[in-house]
């Protein structure tokens, strides 16, 4: 690596000339894709950055300029011109660098980014306490790979036209989020780059203008109003400019020295401006170019085992099968995402009810009222949404579901959590958001069968609206044959004992299980229930059986305040019994990256931990 092993800071890379910039990008995107390769992580978002990331840092005097990214996993490029070349190979492990963007990694990553549609509104904020401040330096604020489908952006983008703040908004355009993009705003964006007069005669005038002597160089000033002439000839006006921005664009977004000569153009222009670039998600790996979604993210290469073990398909997998089957005998069923059709199981679903699948883009909000809106019309929607990606949606759960009572059925994918995208998605917080809405069904499998049957249950359910969360990782079993519904607010008694109960959430039966065994040769009967029911919870099971017990432990993959143990807890202090309870779940603090594994062993909820938390709760 002959530069980039000298580029420690931003301020390296504007040592070297602009000839020289060609050079460093096909340095940076070689050693990306060597290294994400290898041991994976968000490949394809990051290959089409590589020279508008370049060009940023080089074209702005970061860090007192103040790059802000959308949809951090596109910053893979802008970590390793931020001095952390040396450590790439350690993102998204255990203790090592995130994958998205992190105020306490780097003085370079200016706002946090995990979920989308952020950097307009952060930029805003942060262009407004310049001023106030008195400071002087440019603000720049990144969105793309989807994100301009979320209505945040629009919110921002409409107040930063009325405030007419120095704020330059670039626009990535790739055509792509994780799934392709869709909405009307992405074909007005395709219609803008791809209308062939208008191009023709902005390059045509462009030409001219570098031309002129410089003694005739008054005439630019008339040839650019030529310009927008025929921009608004072509396109009467553009949304950004009625906003109140600037637009500049569509530009080569691989052209590094376009970029650059754009950029050092427009970035003294003090009032809100939007470049809109045109880049190639995946950009220089043919595989990722062709298909942008199976190269969105790769995994860690790892040595084939000698023998392969047949394992249960992962829960969004059994989610995304038993979705079609119940959508064959179920007219009424549709299927809404945001932008996550690959992951949250719904490919299969797409192609075989096409009329009945919503991609809504990356607008989690609207999801949930459009949910709302067929549910009124009598469908039966189920809405798929990361357990992290909903919580931007409590507004309309509660107001446009809950209250009116509409039989919507929520798919939690990546409850609990969900290893190397950390802290901004793990999934910890839904028991507790969702348990507290009025009229709420919340529940949670065992298993894939349980998935199966419960999603067959909320199908069935006309009396509000229904929740089921579940973790990434394999469903344990699943055959996917005839559902059965499940009895609103039961419990299953998984094994009977005397000694100590344990109600279990989801994830946690298993492990639960996993340790009675080696709780019996310690002289400990447990009666281990698989609570898949976390509101409303069994009352009959602990009216009838709640006292029989001295010690009651409660195990669940989530945040203890507002969860379900606390419910059991106040459901007891209420009944006035004075059972020893002990609560197990996640701590009070945002949990960090790493293998889910190795990240249950260290909030003390693998099988290990829990055995030595009730061996010593029963000797207290």
Same mark, same amino acid.
């Given at each position: 690596m002959k530069y980039l092993n000298n580029i420690?800071?931003?301020?390296?890379?504007?040592?070297?000339?602009?000839?020289?910039?060609?050079?460093?990008?096909?340095?940076?995107?070689?050693?990306?894709?060597?290294?994400?390769?290898?041991?994976?992580?968000?490949? *394809?978002?990051?290959?089409?950055?590589?020279?508008?990331?370049?060009?940023?840092?080089?074209?702005?005097?970061?860090?007192?300029?103040? +790059?802000?990214?959308?949809?951090? $996993?596109? *910053?893979?490029?802008?970590?390793?011109?931020?001095? !952390?070349?040396?450590?790439?190979?350690?993102?998204?492990?255990?203790?090592?660098?995130s994958g998205f963007l992190k105020r306490t990694e780097s003085e370079y990553d200016v706002f946090g980014a995990g979920h989308a549609s952020t950097s307009i509104s952060a930029g805003l904020g942060i262009a407004c306490a310049r001023d106030l401040n008195n400071e002087d330096f440019k603000v720049v604020s990144i969105i793309g790979d989807g994100a301009l489908t979320g209505g945040l952006a629009f919110e921002a983008l409409n107040n930063a036209g009325h405030l007419k703040k120095q704020l330059l908004v670039i626009v990535n355009d790739n055509d792509m989020s994780i799934s392709p993009n869709v909405g009307a705003f992405r074909n007005y964006l395709v219609k803008i780059a791809t209308n062939k007069s208008y191009n023709y005669i902005r390059d045509q005038l462009g030409r001219l203008i570098t031309r002129l002597p410089k003694s005739f160089r008054f005439i630019e000033a008339l040839l650019k109003k030529t310009e927008s002439s025929a921009k608004n000839f072509f396109f009467p006006t553009t949304v950004f400019e009625d906003l109140g921005f600037r637009y500049f664009g569509p530009v080569d977004g691989h052209n590094i020295h376009e970029l650059v000569n754009t950029l050092n153009n427009i970035k003294d222009l003090n009032t809100p401006v939007v470049l809109h670039t045109i880049t190639k998600k995946g950009k220089g790996l043919d595989c990722a170019e062709e298909d942008p979604v199976k190269y969105h993210g790769v995994k860690e290469k790892k040595e084939a085992p000698i023998e392969k073990t047949e394992e249960a398909p992962i829960f969004q997998n059994v989610f995304g099968e038993v979705s079609c089957s119940l959508a064959q005998d179920n007219k009424d069923i549709v299927a809404i995402t945001a932008a996550m059709r690959e992951g949250t199981g719904l490919v299969n679903f797409a192609k075989e009810f096409p009329d009945k699948y919503f991609d809504v883009g990356i607008a989690e909000a609207h999801a949930v009222t459009f949910a709302g809106g067929l549910a009124v019309n009598g469908k039966t929607p189920i809405v798929a949404i990361y357990s992290t990606f909903l919580q931007r949606a409590y507004d309309q759960i509660i107001h446009d579901i809950a209250l009116q009572k509409l039989p919507v059925v929520f798919c939690l994918d990546r409850s609990g959590l969900v290893g190397e995208d950390g802290a901004t998605h793990h999934g910890v917080l839904d028991i507790a958001y969702m348990k507290c809405i009025q009229g709420m069904v919340v529940t949670a499998p065992k298993d894939g069968n349980e998935l199966k049957n419960l999603l067959f249950t909320a199908t069935s359910y006309s009396k509000g609206p229904f929740?089921?969360?579940?973790? @990434?990782?394999?469903?344990?079993?699943?055959?996917?044959?005839?559902?059965?519904?499940?009895?609103?607010?039961?419990?299953?008694?998984?094994?009977?004992? @005397?000694?100590?109960?344990?109600?279990?959430?989801?994830?946690?039966?298993? !492990?639960?299980?996993?340790?009675?065994?080696?709780?019996?040769? @310690?002289?400990?009967?447990?009666?281990?229930?698989?609570?898949?029911?976390?509101?409303?919870?069994?009352?009959?099971? +602990?009216?009838?059986?709640?006292?029989?017990?001295?010690?009651?432990?409660?195990?669940?993959?989530?945040?203890?305040?507002?969860?379900?143990?606390?419910?059991?807890? *106040?459901?007891?202090?209420?009944?006035?019994?004075?059972?020893?309870?002990?609560?197990?779940?996640?701590?009070?603090?945002?949990?960090? $990256?790493?293998?889910?594994?190795?990240?249950?062993?260290?909030?003390?909820?693998?099988?290990?931990?829990?055995?030595?938390?009730?061996?010593?709760?029963?000797?207290?």
């Open positions: 420690k800071s931003p301020e390296d890379l504007r040592s070297y000339s602009k000839e020289d910039l060609e050079f460093i990008c096909n340095e940076l995107r070689e050693y990306i894709i060597e290294t994400i390769s290898k041991i994976g992580g968000h490949l *394809a978002p990051t290959l089409g950055t590589i020279e508008l990331t370049t060009a940023l840092h080089y074209v702005y005097n970061t860090p007192e300029d103040k +790059l802000i990214w959308d949809t951090g $996993h596109q *910053a893979y490029a802008h970590k390793v011109l931020t001095g !952390r070349f040396d450590s790439l190979n350690t993102i998204r492990k255990y203790k090592g660098l929740s089921i969360r579940y973790p @990434k990782e394999s469903s344990i079993n699943f055959d996917n044959t005839n559902s059965n519904i499940i009895k609103i607010g039961s419990w299953e008694v998984m094994t009977t004992g @005397k000694d100590v109960l344990i109600l279990a959430v989801g994830s946690m039966v298993k !492990r639960s299980l996993d340790i009675v065994q080696r709780l019996k040769e @310690k002289n400990i009967e447990t009666e281990v229930i698989n609570c898949r029911f976390i509101k409303p919870m069994d009352l009959e099971y +602990l009216n009838n059986n709640f006292s029989r017990f001295s010690k009651i432990v409660t195990i669940e993959e989530g945040v203890l305040d507002g969860g379900f143990g606390e419910g059991v807890t *106040a459901w007891s202090s209420s009944k006035n019994l004075k059972n020893d309870i002990l609560n197990i779940g996640l701590p009070n603090d945002f949990v960090d $990256h790493g293998p889910r594994n190795v990240l249950l062993e260290e909030v003390g909820l693998d099988s290990q931990s829990l055995y030595i938390k009730i061996i010593e709760f029963v000797n207290e």
